[in-house]
């Protein structure tokens, strides 16, 4: 594992700590590599609509502009 140093404002790192004072993490390091983790899914999730917007504008088989099917692909998403 890499060791960092990174630096929080003061309001991030009370979250941080009162986070880790609920037992919800053991550490800031298992907290900030869990947030990490979500980012990354997240892009994912991005990168997933971004291509399936694209394909579907090229495929002329939609009139929905990008935001129409963006909102459609985050409520299919969510439920």
């Not at 997240?42 to 002329?60: C, F, M, N, P």
């Not at 990008?66 to 299919?76: E, F, G, N, P, T």
Request: no cysteine; aromatic share 6%.
């Amino acid at each position: 594992m890499v060791r960092q140093s990174i630096s929080f404002t003061k309001p991030n790192d009370e979250w941080l700590k009162n986070q880790v004072d609920n037992k919800e993490y053991s550490s800031k390091s298992e907290l900030v590599n869990d947030l990490i983790r979500q980012a990354r899914h997240q892009q994912i999730q991005i990168d997933w609509i971004r291509t399936k917007l694209e394909r579907a504008e090229k495929s002329g088989f939609t009139s929905d502009n990008k935001a129409q099917i963006l909102k459609q692909s985050k409520d299919l998403l969510n439920g």
